[in-house]
């Protein structure tokens, strides 16, 4: 029996269920607002930032370090650059590495989790001890090394931070593989003859899912002040791309004397970290009392 | 059907299952498998299934090494034999729905039309007492007992020729384990089923099984036809079980034998495993381990089985 | 020392999951409450330790100990209660019993929680382990070194000891094999006929009900649906619900294949 809905009330209802969990969990719904925000002017940069030019090369030489004015909302750089436009540009950055580190990360880590945890023994061993070598790394100190050997810039600092994220996520998807391995229904699985690749993608992936989205979502903070922080010490992305932590690096010479070069892009950081953290916050609200009342 | 011959399972220095010798004949026929706690009929259950490794003897299915099998053997094995746990709420995937469930194993042997899988699930559904629209549930929207069926409908999927059960109403309310106990009875019919059915409740094997099979600690210490077992049993522990059942008409049992210090007993390595609760044990008894014999048509490993199957069924006191 | 429980009303928020008009343990009795899943029965025990309330349940009526009203006890005096004149043993053993103190301890606390003295309390703890059958020297393990049945003993001997004179128990032996139950069942029976002590049985298996309760009361839902003196109520059952239970019952010796 199919009942038909008309569009209207249906875009209603879910207008009314966004609303009403937005109630429910409010730093969950504060992040992502914020986030949102971020989000939008960083895609629409192009559009939206009055000096376009200013992300880029280009440079002014007649309005080096001019203050807070209408003209320039954030004032200017070193260079005459607007420094609004870079640090909207700065967003588009920022999101890029958080998202490809995260990406990269997860498609490394989550898998082989499963596989160690799901196997056990021998594999389980081999794939944990790998696991502790890289944990041992310190996100700064292998960005220090790879920029010695490769030229820094933002692409080589998002491979030094994913490899040293991953490893995290390894963990955590074991010790919940472990567990969902053992289960009734996942020896059942095995007793009917399913293929270890299909028990592992449909019953042990989606039980084992939850801690790492988790996780997942509240380290995209970290990872934005991970990279800030090697931009800043120089080791990661170069002028004149647009990066926050390199932009506050710069502008720290200048403090003293042109305040708005390093506070601004400090702001942003400081804003949109707390956004991921919060949508973190929130995301394991929503999740992890969930899971304790239905086992 | 399905032989073990001396199944042993030990895990580090304990044997769970010390040199079981078994036989489930083809259907329909059912054998119960009966213990308490530490006997290890559950770890049987899981070595045919190939769940847990074995430390020794075998498993054989009509007359194939079962433990040993790979690829299309194994694959043969798996539609042959299937198994349905005790806790109805760990044996379903929470985030799976039931048609997808059942279907699984459909899938796991061979390429099945969405269409043709959906008919066979909702036929199966029916089998075992459900709606067919059941299919799109998930399984916490299920009572315990409907969870069952549905474990049942996936094992039998894959048309098996027998069914372990472990324990299977165990965790269910009195009056839905009647019910699934009545659905694995007209099952058995049907499908001409045997099943070999794990349980520590006589009440429950009497009505499903035509052999009994009495572990202790990991021995087998005496199988045979069911009514004969119960009426007039042969090992003082199968009687000591018997005699311990609470019955509704009747007084409660005294107990008979002395408690089960578990918690000292090391392995016992020479004489009879059940000697020290014995309460017809002789010096013999620590000195020599009984084996497994024929007497009145079935196999007890008692030195005094002869005696023992004399004595009057204990009636209980007042 | 008698148990009077009236009008009582136990729930969680708006849901009312307990409403018994009237039940009664009366001096040196066993009372059976027999109910499946769902019905009640474990929450109404708690309630009459005064333990429903911290699990988050209110509780109304009255539950009235040798005249004695406990619902509108405070936590001091619950405290000095429990132990003392009732006591409660679980399915898990290893619930009642702290898993980190070696069992002669948790005895020797709760015996001068009641006011023993160190040594009193030692010998009260050993006395009571022999009779319940165990040896006074099992008091040195740890929880988990006993078995499922040894450790229900203890609890039971700790009730002894502490001379509760109302022993709710409850489903203890649900957990245990069929022989050790037989041991456990035999060993309340006997406390009853020596110490007089009166028990409310709380278990959804009919046949133990049968064998070692005088009288019995049926839950469904939250109420009773029937009540009686144990043999007659369930050999002619009146309300459905009860005669269903008994069809239910797996019979040795009954129908087989």
């Given amino acids: ?295 | 059907m399905l032989e073990l011959r001396e199944l042993t399972v030990r895990y580090g220095p304990e044997t769970a299952v010390d040199a079981v010798s078994l036989t489930v004949p083809d259907g329909p026929f059912g054998v119960g498998l009966v213990g308490e706690s530490g006997s290890g009929k559950t770890t049987i259950a899981r070595a045919i299934m190939r769940l847990v490794a074995t430390s020794g003897g075998s498993v054989r299915y009509d007359g194939e090494d079962v433990l040993r099998a790979r690829g299309a053997a194994l694959r043969a094995y798996r539609r042959a034999v299937q198994i349905v746990f005790q806790d109805p709420d760990l044996t379903l995937d929470p985030r799976m729905r039931i048609g997808t469930a059942i279907a699984e194993g459909m899938r796991a042997h061979g390429r099945v039309s969405r269409d043709a899988a959906s008919a066979r699930v909702a036929t199966l559904l029916t089998e075992v007492g459900l709606e067919p629209d059941h299919a799109q549930r998930l399984p916490h929207q299920l009572s315990g007992g409907q969870r069952q069926r549905v474990a049942i409908a996936r094992a039998l999927a894959v048309e098996p020729r027998m069914l372990v059960l472990d324990e299977p109403t165990s965790a269910l309310d009195v009056t839905v384990q009647a019910r699934v106990l009545e659905l694995i009875a007209a099952l058995r019919q049907e499908r001409s089923l045997s099943y070999l059915l794990i349980s520590h409740n006589l009440a429950v094997v009497e009505q499903l099984c035509e052999q009994i099979a009495v572990l202790y600690h990991g021995h087998l210490v005496e199988v045979g036809p069911t009514a004969e077992l119960l009426e007039r049993p042969a090992h003082p522990y199968t009687r000591a079980l018997r005699a311990a059942v609470p019955e509704l008409d009747e007084a409660l049992p005294a107990p008979a034998i002395r408690p089960d210090a578990a918690a000292d007993a090391a392995a016992v390595t020479v004489g009879c495993p059940f000697a020290d609760r014995c309460p017809m044990v002789v010096d013999r008894c620590r000195q020599e381990r009984p084996a497994l014999r024929e007497l009145e048509g079935r196999r007890v490993a008692c030195h005094r089985a002869e005696e023992s199957i004399e004595l009057p069924r204990e009636s209980p006191r007042g | 020392m008698s148990l009077i429980v009236r009008e009582l009303r136990i729930g969680f928020g708006e849901r009312t999951v307990v409403e018994i008009d009237e039940l009664q343990v009366g001096d040196g009795e066993i009372v059976g409450l027999v109910g499946e899943s769902g019905s009640g029965k474990s929450v109404t025990s708690l309630a009459l330790i005064g333990l429903a309330r911290s699990a988050g349940a209110w509780v109304e009526g009255s539950i009235q100990l040798d005249g004695r009203e406990l619902t509108s006890l405070d936590e001091a005096q619950w405290r000095q209660l429990r132990g003392d004149r009732i006591a409660m043993i679980f399915q898990s053993p290893v619930s009642s019993l702290n898993p980190v103190f070696r069992v002669g301890d948790l005895f020797v606390r709760a015996l001068r929680l009641h006011g023993a003295t160190k040594a009193e309390a030692r010998d009260r703890a050993a006395r009571a382990m022999r009779e319940v059958v165990l040896s006074p020297e099992l008091l040195r393990r740890y929880p988990h070194q006993l078995s499922g049945g040894q450790a229900q003993r203890v609890a039971i001997a700790m009730a002894v000891a502490l001379r509760a004179r109302v022993l709710l128990a409850d489903e203890p032996t649900s957990a245990l094999d069929v022989t050790v139950q037989a041991e456990i069942l035999e060993l309340i029976q006997r406390m009853r006929r020596e110490e007089g002590i009166s028990v409310l049985f709380v278990s959804h298996d009919l046949a133990v009900v049968a064998g070692l309760c005088d009288r019995v009361a049926i839950m469904q839902s939250g109420q009773i649906v029937e009540t009686g003196p144990t043999a007659a109520t369930l050999r002619a059952p009146t309300h459905p619900y009860t005669q269903g239970l008994v069809a239910a019952i797996p019979r040795l010796g009954g129908t087989h294949a």
């Fill in chain 1, 1 to 295: 029996m199919t009942v038909t809905v008309p569009s209207g009330s249906l875009a209603r209802g879910r207008a009314l269920r966004v609303l009403r969990a937005g109630r429910s969990n409010p730093t969950l719904a504060a992040g992502s607002v914020v986030l949102a925000i971020v989000v939008i002017i960083a895609v629409f940069a192009p559009l939206l930032a009055p000096f376009p030019a200013d992300a880029g090369n280009a440079t002014h030489p007649t309005q080096v370090l001019l203050a807070p004015s209408s003209a320039h909302w954030f004032g200017t750089d070193e260079v005459g650059r607007d420094v609004l436009t870079r640090v909207m540009y700065g967003g588009r950055t920022s999101l890029e590495i958080v998202v490809a580190v995260l990406a990269i990360a997860a498609a490394i880590g989550i898998p082989l989790g499963l596989i160690a945890g799901y196997f056990g023994g021998v594999v389980d061993q081999v794939i944990m001890r790998v696991t502790d070598i890289f944990l041992a790394f310190p996100a700064l100190l292998l960005s220090l090394a790879i920029a010695s050997v490769l030229q820094p810039s933002v692409g080589h600092m998002i491979l030094a931070i994913a490899v040293t994220w991953w490893p995290w996520y390894t963990r955590l998807v074991r010790g919940e593989a472990a567990s969902v391995v053992r289960r009734p229904y996942v020896e059942s699985a095995r007793t009917l003859g399913v293929s270890h690749r299909r028990i592992i993608i449909r019953h042990v992936l989606p039980n084992a899912a939850t801690p790492v989205l988790v996780q997942i979502s509240m380290d995209a903070g970290g990872v934005l002040l991970t990279a800030a922080a090697i931009s800043f010490l120089g080791l990661g992305a170069q002028d004149p791309t647009c990066e926050w932590g390199l932009m506050v690096s710069q502008g720290a010479t200048y403090f003293t004397t042109n305040w708005w070069y390093a506070t601004f892009p400090g702001i942003a950081i400081l804003i949109t970290a707390m956004a991921f953290n919060l949508i973190g916050d929130g995301v394991r609200e929503r999740l992890d009392p969930k899971r304790v009342l239905s086992r």
